[in-house]
């Protein structure tokens, strides 16, 4: 089954969907596969491989490989370059950040890596990626213009251009680690403006009572990733998947 429709089923089903995101320049391949057991048991849906400064080479391939030796989920690529792509996984969010200033991030690195992901047959999964603010790591290093907190409207014209440019899923992003997640005004309006396109939502939900608002505001899916760095992985995914399931 292709991990798309593997997700929509979830989302279908359970009313939503979570993805746990590990960056392998935060630990070894070893560590990595133990956080990804330890997602599996608490219920994550699949794990998402790769990190804001761009995970490349043999960690990245190391690691993608220590995940699929121990956990069945699927592996989803989420890379910051053409360099982020990896034979092993079984898909990636092909995505383009749409409010960068920088072309590379919004077509140029998606033209490079499109024959890549052709040649190792990687499922692509077309994603629009639109940082808000604070942003943290990725909009900087992503070059982007942060759409600010109070201005939903903004969220909801790039993610419509998503939409009617043909792109099945949004992606929300805060910054990893940021002290507020995406506001709940903006999540509500945009996923009412692309009603069957889904909404991803990540950065800043540190518990299960936000990722539940989030996961009402309209969000299909939850990331979260600086969460479960430090404690039980197990139990803190429990957490997270207990509110946002049906």
């Known amino acids: 089954m292709k991990v798309e429709t593997l997700l929509d089923e979830i989302i279908q089903k359970d009313?939503?969907?979570h993805l746990t995101l590990i960056d392998p320049d935060s630990q070894t391949p070893e560590e990595a596969a133990k956080i990804a057991a330890?997602?599996?048991a608490g219920?994550?849906?699949a794990i998402m491989v790769g990190g804001s400064l761009g995970s490349t080479g043999t960690q990245l391939d190391?690691?993608?490989l220590a995940i699929k030796k121990c956990t069945k989920l699927p592996a989803i690529l989420f890379p910051s370059n053409?360099?982020?792509?990896?034979?092993h996984a079984d898909a990636v969010f092909f995505m383009s950040l749409l409010n960068s200033k920088d072309v590379m991030f919004i077509t140029t690195n998606q033209a490079l890596g499109a024959p890549i992901v052709k040649r190792y047959d990687i499922e692509p999964i077309p994603m629009a990626y639109i940082i808000i603010s604070p942003g943290g790591?990725?909009?900087?290093v992503g070059d982007a213009k942060p759409i600010p907190r109070e201005k939903p409207e903004l969220?909801?014209?790039y993610a419509l251009a998503a939409k009617y440019l043909g792109m099945r899923w949004v992606y929300l992003e805060a910054g990893s680690g940021a002290d507020e997640s995406v506001p709940l005004a903006m999540i509500k309006a945009v996923k009412g403006a692309i009603d069957d396109t889904k909404l991803i939502v990540g950065g800043g939900i540190m518990d299960g009572a936000t990722a539940k608002e989030c996961v009402k505001a309209g969000a299909d899916a939850i990331v979260t990733g600086t969460a479960i760095e430090n404690g039980d992985v197990t139990s803190k995914i429990r957490e997270f998947v207990g509110a946002i399931k049906k």
């Open 15 to 17: 009313g939503a969907a």
């Open 38 to 40: 330890g997602a599996a």
């Open 43 to 45: 219920g994550t849906d």
């Open 62 to 64: 190391e690691t993608v």
């Open 82 to 87: 053409v360099a982020g792509l990896n034979k």
């Open 137 to 140: 790591t990725a909009g900087w």
């Open 155 to 157: 969220a909801v014209a």
